[in-house]
């Protein structure tokens, strides 16, 4: 896994990153940016997601719940595993994509990882 510090500068590259100063329609990211982010074959914009799904999976990881949602990821799993599960998520729920891609990209995860 990333060390913490690597991830806090993943979470500060998606929120300074000229993609998510255009868009300003929303207050925040959301869900449809991120399924932006994680369709893009340019490595810059794929690590956005990549950032932006560790964010949330490290929150939910540390047992903390996101907007109410849990998810028990197992230890070990790969950023490329949790990004597939926010990328089948989004692509199967399109008219999420309004809302916060914080809230969305936990509901993938608690999805593809309910807690017991």
């Given at each position: 896994m990333m060390p913490?510090?690597?991830?806090?500068?993943?979470?500060a590259l998606v929120l300074l990153s000229?993609?998510?100063?255009?868009s300003k329609a929303l207050p925040f990211v959301g869900a449809r940016q991120l399924a932006a982010w994680c369709e893009a074959d340019?490595?810059?914009v794929g690590s956005l997601c990549g950032?932006?799904?560790l964010a949330v999976a490290d929150v939910?990881?540390?047992?903390l719940p996101l907007d109410g949602r849990r998810a028990c990821l197992p230890v070990g799993v790969r950023t490329g595993t949790l990004v597939d599960a926010v990328r089948r998520y989004l692509a199967e729920h399109p008219r999420r994509g309004f809302e916060?891609?914080?809230v969305v990209?936990?509901?993938a995860l608690?999805?593809?990882y309910p807690c017991p």
């Open positions: 913490p510090f690597l991830r806090c500068a993943a979470v000229p993609a998510a100063a255009e340019a490595a810059e950032g932006y799904v939910l990881a540390a047992d916060r891609a914080t990209a936990a509901d608690a999805q593809a």
